[in-house]
């Protein structure tokens, strides 16, 4: 029987439906186009996520030894498995009688340095539900896992783990896959289905819905990058109710219990790290915005437009705007004049600005003031909290989505951080972070940031201290200001971890923005 559905897969091409093809398409037309409607898609613009793959996972994990796979077994997908001396970059060699091949290859367990240096997780599969799940099953760290397969061989037609859902990125080569609609791969119900057929080639992504049975032969030499992921759990509820094991057991025990979270955020349109995947996404949350604005009461202008500008955000979840009416600063409180101007052959002496050799203005002690009485307004504030000044601008389309994505991101790679800069000017080179992010040195412009629960409780001030310019307090409270009797005056036990976007996410009104997200 295995050999006549063979058969009858490769040479029927009678009703016979075409897999869509598609391009910049939004996580919410896939999961209520193809996911939730059970259709597979093919997308054709993610090669950017994977660039360099394949130079990349061979210099990591080519002479790691691996379980081989070949195909014409008599095991699951019609696989044998073995264990050889045969190292990952072997099996890219020409082949004999039997060709070995990858299949499946968890990545997590056999090569975690290649997820943790370059691995990007697509947006489509950002929120996988199997991730939530608190206890190690065995199938939570396979996946993303790694193919190599040889011309004309293949895998047999199966249905994956508890119908969850597949995706794969091929590399190289060409992947000549049948779909068929949800159902049994057993005849007579076998040949009732509805069926897709269809090549994919090196740089398409293929996503196959939950419960479809399918089979891939290769054309030519192929690697590719898979996963299987729970995006609802429409059909999953059936087949671990349905079956035996300790495995299904676990899953059923937590995946439906009245308290696990299986909600899905349609409008995160961000690919996202190794470590975001594995430690922040499957907690995702749409926290309160707290925001404060400094205003001065004669500008009712900038109010007026700071009050639109936030309405007219495409706000992905809640948020609370509030005004400061900024503070008046008092002389009594400033440097006469700054100690220590700037030597002439300090490398950066050209970028400093001119009250280095100036009285500290009124203005700015009042700026500084009003910054810290809007950190008291929001100190104790639960979820994300935002100080503006009134000339603050952003993109409204997209302002709130990359907050979020940027947050999530620090959270990963930092979870002690105090503040992020959504925008400034780095007069000593930033120290590289993340992807988007940078652990800033010397720099002003500090118009837009956000505060950490942490970061409030170094941002205290005796009230005895003289103060100078917001954008050069910072710097010295982060030990980084090229006068080092202000990092003493300023600095709390521990110094201010200060990171900011690479590319600024909010502007001042009327500066050049050109880098701008």
């Not at 939530?132 to 199938?139: E, H, L």
């Amino acid at each position: 029987m295995k050999l006549l559905i063979f058969i009858y897969i490769f040479l029927h091409v009678v009703d016979s439906k075409t897999v869509k093809r598609e391009s910049n398409l939004s996580y919410e037309k896939f999961m209520n186009e193809y996911v939730n409607k059970h259709v597979p898609v093919i997308i054709t613009d993610y090669s950017h996520v994977f660039l360099n793959a394949s130079k990349n996972i061979l210099k990591e994990c080519g002479q790691k030894q691996a379980t081989l796979a070949y195909t014409n077994g008599s095991g699951w997908a019609n696989l044998h498995h073995e264990s050889t001396d045969m190292t990952v970059s072997d099996l890219l060699k020409p082949c004999g009688k039997t060709c070995y091949g990858l299949f499946d290859w968890p990545l997590p367990r056999t090569c975690p340095s290649f997820l943790e240096k370059h691995w990007i997780m697509p947006k489509y599969f950002a929120q996988d539900l199997l991730q939530k799940v608190k206890k190690d099953i065995q199938y939570k760290g396979s996946w993303p896992s790694f193919f190599i397969g040889h011309d004309k061989t293949f895998g047999g037609l199966h249905k994956d783990i508890a119908n969850t859902a597949f995706w794969q990125y091929v590399i190289q080569g060409t992947k000549r896959w049948v779909i068929l609609s949800q159902g049994s791969i057993d005849p007579p119900n076998f040949f009732e289905q509805e069926m897709y057929k269809v090549d994919v080639h090196a740089g398409e992504l293929i996503f196959i819905p939950g419960g479809s049975p399918h089979q891939v032969k290769n054309e030519g030499l192929t690697m590719a990058f898979a996963g299987n992921v729970i995006l609802n759990m429409e059909g999953v509820l059936e087949e671990v109710s349905d079956s035996d094991g300790s495995y299904y057991k676990e899953v059923h025990e937590e995946m439906f219990a009245p308290t696990f979270d299986t909600t899905i955020d349609i409008s995160l349109e961000e690919d996202i790290t190794w470590k975001e995947w594995k430690h922040i996404l499957p907690n995702v949350h749409i926290p309160v915005v707290h925001i404060v604005f400094i205003n001065l009461e004669k500008r009712e202008g900038r109010r007026l437009a700071m009050e639109k500008q936030v309405a007219n955000t495409m706000w992905h979840g809640p948020y609370v705007l509030s005004r400061l009416n900024a503070i008046t600063g008092s002389l009594e409180r400033t440097f006469k004049k700054w100690p220590q101007p700037v030597p002439e052959d300090t490398p950066w002496a050209n970028q400093v600005r001119p009250y280095w050799t100036r009285p500290v203005t009124r203005g700015e002690v009042g700026c500084t003031l009003s910054h810290l009485a809007a950190i008291n307004m929001l100190r104790g504030k639960q979820g994300i909290t935002i100080i503006l000044e009134d000339d603050a601008g952003w993109n409204t389309k997209t302002f709130s989505l990359h907050l979020h994505h940027l947050i999530r991101q620090l959270n990963a790679y930092d979870p002690d951080w105090d503040m992020l800069l959504l925008g400034a000017v780095f007069l000593t080179p930033p120290h590289n972070a993340t992807r988007d992010l940078v652990r800033v040195g010397y720099f002003y412009q500090a118009h837009a940031y956000v505060v950490s629960p942490r970061g409030f409780s170094k941002l205290m001030l005796n009230d005895t201290i003289p103060l100078v310019a917001w954008d050069e307090l910072l710097p010295a409270m982060a030990k980084a200001h090229p006068q080092p009797h202000l990092n003493t005056l300023y600095m709390r036990n521990t110094p201010l971890r200060i990171y900011s976007t690479r590319n600024k996410l909010a502007w001042q009104k009327g500066k050049t923005h050109d880098t701008d997200l």
